[in-house]
């Protein structure tokens, strides 16, 4: 490869004999996956736990700009303490419980986005003046992302902050994808900037239209009853009214009443599958047209609703390649922030008499193919990088071209190219 891809993730309780792992083999962790964090998700509206967790000595703040990070390098992100960012968030935004926050909703004013992502164990473990919570029934150093988007009404405070740390060297890494931290570091920025992003693209309620607020420490937006801005479509809303201190009634709305889920983070589960032929010989692989010359993967779609894993498995193979499957099998999974995936790697073998490419029903790839073992392990060592970077110095001009180790379309090929799947074994 041209560049060094960062190391994997180690699967959990990697070393733990178990019956599932002698029938089933290793489990796979992929990149994004193998977070250090104990999210403790539970404790989200516990506003005396977020403050407590927000002030801790230990607790360690990621700061982004329009969803770039803030790093030392494209390998390293840069962590800050809470006096950096006081000035924009303010002493203690949890200062009130969620439902009086809720109650005191003023549209008008720009809430800094915060977002708890959990509690790192390691991190501060054996340390002297270690956070704990609840006699020590959760411990750990409290981990943090905040927006710092020059916006609204906070846009100087943040200014401000951006140019602080800029001026220190430091920079917001940008880029389509950023694919070069570490392993844990990686895991802790997807699960920011995917909250980071949901948060930014629901501003607005999908039931009712009205803004919408985010609560459980960025876990949650909610379609306040009240607000104090005269907002056009607010019942109490009338000129006499604009300088008033109570609160306006907002229409009603269906997310307020019973369990909604329009609320709540938003995760597409997408599949993304290994294609064998029924000899176990060779591999279907497809190309888009925006892809660079020689470059293939594995075929990939989004779930529809009221269906398998499986099913859709079927479906997509069938509907980009014409290509039937029987057997299909789950491999492993790869959180993916971009926007907001979940990708579910399954590897499907085909039957006998349906092997044939078609690419008439849709147009989504410029070509696919049936790779053969050999040039799939040879693709595997010299002919993989990220989308559009070159291949390593033993590449030869012409070959195949394949996603790098972090993408879990590789680690799919790997699975099929260099492991005992060939010779019939259920292992992965």
Known sequence: MSTESPQLPEPAHADLDSMLTRKFGREVANYFSGSPLNRVSFLRSDHKFLTSAL????????LFRSLSPLVHSPSSLSWH????????????????????????????TTIPQMIFLGLEEDEAKGKDGEFSWKQGEYKGAPVWAVDVTPKGTVAG???????????????????????????????????????????????????????????????KRVCPEMDRSPLKGNVASHPSQENSASPNERPPCATRKGVSNLSFPRTDPTVIMAVVSSDS???????????????????????????S???????????????????????????????????????????????????????????????????????LRVGTSGLGEPA????????????????????????????SLLAGDTKM
């Open 55 to 62: 002030h801790h000595p230990t607790t360690r703040f990621l």
């Open 81 to 108: 303490g809470f006096s950096e960012i006081q000035p924009l968030v303010g002493e203690n935004p949890f200062e009130k419980t969620e439902a009086d926050m809720i109650a005191d909703y003023d549209s008008r």
């Open 157 to 219: 405070q943040a200014e401000k902050i951006v140019k602080d740390v800029e001026s220190k060297g430091l920079s917001f890494m940008e880029g389509r994808m950023i694919l070069s931290l570490p392993a844990t570091e990686a895991a802790i920025y997807a699960q920011a900037r995917h909250l980071l992003d949901w948060n930014a693209r629901n501003p607005f309620c999908a039931g009712c239209g009205q803004p919408t607020m985010s609560v459980n420490a960025g876990g």
């Open 281 to 307: 010989k060779r591999i279907l692989l497809g190309r888009q047209k925006r892809w660079p010359p020689n470059w293939y993967s594995t075929l990939a779609g989004f779930c529809e609703p009221a269906e």
């Open 309 to 379: 894993i499986e099913e859709a498995v079927r479906r997509e193979v069938w509907e980009e390649a014409g290509v039937k499957l029987g057997r299909v099998i789950i491999h492993s999974s790869q959180p993916w922030p971009y926007p907001a995936n979940l990708m579910i790697g399954a590897i499907g073998q085909t039957i006998p008499e349906a092997e044939k490419i078609d690419l008439g029903n849709d147009p989504e790839l410029d070509d696919a193919r049936w790779v053969g073992v050999e040039e799939m392990r040879e693709a």
């Open 392 to 419: 390593g110095p033993e590449y030869k001009e012409g070959g195949l071209r394949l996603p790098p180790p972090t993408a879990i379309a590789n680690r799919l090929m790997e699975s099929f190219a260099n492991s």
